[in-house]
């Protein structure tokens, strides 16, 4: 209940101090020194949603549903939603609260942007861009062999990284799952772990291909490492998601033998989950080869280093036949994982 | 052999949602009974059947089995009183993907190490009881068969041998033929008596059905709402009696 209540304040007043802020700078015209004073404009954000807060809380009390905000509708609990009444959304405060809020941000993003028509329609710059796709659909195939060796290079870098991590993520899974790790101690561990997982996760493989190639210096190692840590954080999330979904009757029909934690997991779960453990880590291959192209940009060897030195000496044709082969590549992992998944239901 | 096997002293369970599904449940189970608990869904039969087992943590309470309170049991000792307590469920909870006769095994468990059954390392007196089991139950032939290709009825035959195969003293069974045909149903009670019977092994069932009852229990315990209501020999449930446990304008139904 109180988890509502702040979610919904919490919601109503960031809206309300956003839009007034952009109202302030449209208004002021602050200048770029004065856009740059964090600390005061932080406490300028926090004041203004003190105020929204108070607004919020004042709407809500309505017993008049039309009075009430985005926060309320959106948050409030499904036995308030089921009893409310169809309204026309013109005639609410949450229909214009949302409908301000949307067309705002789109005039803001346009400045932000700095989206602009005259750009994309210059005559000097069009003419760059004909240049470049003219290179990139008049591919240089004398290159070739050496992008078809780089590309190997990358689908292995992609398959060790997912070998690598499938038993951590294995391991992982299990103390990531919520009906495994019941008690306090368990439930500690299992907060503990699933924020690790998410903070690592939150870090991008590019991210991870930075430190690697600083660790152990640029190459296919660095990008594999990244891919791995990455892969892992991944899929101890997806594997501990079907591990809370096993069904509770082969664990209690095992516990009720008188096994032992680890014989529970192996008997009851393990052969409820490795189908889709395994339909999950083709998949991962899958994403990791598109992954490693990527990472390879950042000094992480294969295909995407290639890629990178062609692109930064501007020679497009050789760029053409790169992204050619990465192409057909990336659609044949594509359709196999989808066949061998499809295969495993 | 006076003492009873399992002697239940007012017994409490409240769930963390503050539903009350036991209030203080007291009997004595004597060795080689074949004990039947009735009473409506939500009645508390399946809580209290599982509180015995220790599946579920009783609130308050003593569970006296074989001597020794087993209420607050915990870590190896939980497992060691497990051993000695078969169970089979309404859903039969075999593990569908492993073969007849690896469900069998998982009797086992409890007895040789994490590591060794594992990597499956079953001895060959395990597997030797696992046939003779199978062979009790009339299922012998489907021991290589994978356990989610059997009927329901040939399912829950596979369950009592995994339970057997346990070496138990006590078999619980929670509504072992709820989900059953009738005719199937007293093939699969039919196998518990002569369990009952034949091995001498306490069997405290879980039932619905007053004509199953009258047949396979030699004793019976009504729950109601989480308090015992009635207890006695099956013959003596009259019409009254079963008004009362099932709530008023019911009619027995029989099965056959």
């Known amino acids: 209940m109180t988890a509502y209540i702040f979610r919904r304040t919490f919601f109503d007043s960031f809206i309300f101090a956003y839009l007034s802020m952009v109202l302030l700078v449209a208004t002021y015209q602050p200048s770029p020194e004065e856009m740059l004073l964090l600390g005061r404009n932080f406490i300028l954000f926090v004041f203004a949603m003190i105020i929204g807060a108070v607004i919020s809380a004042g709407l809500n009390k309505s017993s008049k549903a039309r009075f009430h905000t985005l926060g309320e509708s959106l948050f409030e609990p499904a036995y308030k939603k089921a009893t409310k ?37 210059n005559e000097d710059g069009f003419a760059g861009a004909v240049r470049l796709f003219k290179g990139l659909f008049s591919p240089n195939f004398e290159i070739l062999p050496k992008a078809v060796l780089n590309i190997i290079e990358t689908i292995f870098m992609a398959f060790m990284a997912t070998t690598l991590a499938i038993p951590f993520a294995f391991v992982l899974s299990f103390f990531c799952a919520r009906n495994i790790m019941k008690g ?66 082969p664990i209690e029909g095992i516990q009720s033998t008188g096994a ?62 790169i992204i050619l082969v990465i192409a057909i590549v990336v659609w044949a992992m594509d359709q196999a994982s989808s066949v061998i998944r499809e295969a495993l239901k | 052999m006076s003492d009873p096997i399992l002697s239940i002293k007012n017994l409490v369970k409240t769930y963390p949602n503050g539903v009350q599904a036991l209030k203080g449940v007291s009997f004595d189970v004597k060795r080689g009974e074949f004990l039947v608990i009735i009473g409506l869904s939500g009645s508390g ?71 060794k059954s594992i990597f499956g390392f079953f001895s060959t007196d395990d597997k ?20 989610d290709q059997l009927s329901g009825g040939q399912q829950q035959r596979v369950a009592i041998a995994r339970a057997l195969t346990q ?90």
């Open chain 1, 85 to 121: 009444n169809e309204v026309s959304w013109y005639k609410t405060v949450s229909g214009w609260q949302l409908v301000i809020f949307l067309s705002v941000t789109f005039v803001v993003g346009i400045n932000v942007t700095r989206f602009s028509l005259t750009e994309l329609l």
């Open chain 1, 184 to 249: 306090p101690v368990a439930y500690g561990i299992y907060m503990s772990l699933r924020t690790f997982l998410n903070f690592t996760r939150a870090i991008e493989a590019l991210i991870w291909a930075i430190i690697f190639s600083v660790w152990v210096g640029i190459g296919p190692f660095a990008g594999m490492l990244a891919l791995m840590i990455h892969s892992v954080a991944s899929l101890a999330k997806q594997y501990s998601e079907m591990v809370e979904t096993v069904s509770e009757g």
């Open chain 1, 260 to 321: 032992t934690k680890l014989q529970t997991v192996w008997f009851a779960i393990v052969p409820q989950v490795i189908l889709p453990y395994i339909s999950f880590t083709v998949y991962r291959w899958d994403i990791n080869v598109r992954m490693a192209t990527i990472i390879g940009l950042v000094g992480g060897g294969g295909i995407g280093t290639m890629l990178i030195q062609y692109q930064g000496q501007a020679m497009w044709s050789e760029v053409g036949c």
């Open chain 2, 45 to 115: 039969k399946s809580t209290l059947l599982r509180c015995i087992n220790r599946l579920h943590d009783p609130t308050s309470g003593e569970i006296y089995f074989e001597g020794k309170d087993i209420a607050r049991a915990q870590g190896e000792e939980v497992r060691s009183l497990r051993k000695k307590v078969g169970m089979i469920f309404q859903h039969f909870n075999l593990i569908p993907r492993y073969s007849v006769l690896s469900n069998v095994l998982m009797g086992r468990l409890g007895k040789i190490g994490s590591l």
């Open chain 2, 128 to 147: 030797a009881d696992a046939h003779k089991y199978l062979k009790l139950v009339g299922i012998a032939e489907k021991e290589k068969i994978r356990a």
């Open chain 2, 167 to 256: 070496g138990p003293a006590i078999l619980l069974a929670d509504e072992p033929v709820a989900s059953l045909d009738p005719a199937t149903c007293h093939t699969v009670m039919d196998y518990l008596k002569k369990v009952n019977q034949e091995l001498g092994i306490t069997v405290i069932c879980n039932l619905h059905f007053l004509s199953l009852v009258r047949q396979y229990a030699t004793r019976v315990i009504a729950l109601k709402a989480g308090q015992i209501v009635y207890e006695g020999v099956p013959q003596d449930i009259t019409e009254e009696w079963f008004e009362k446990i099932y709530g008023q304008g019911t009619k027995e139904v029989h099965i056959n």
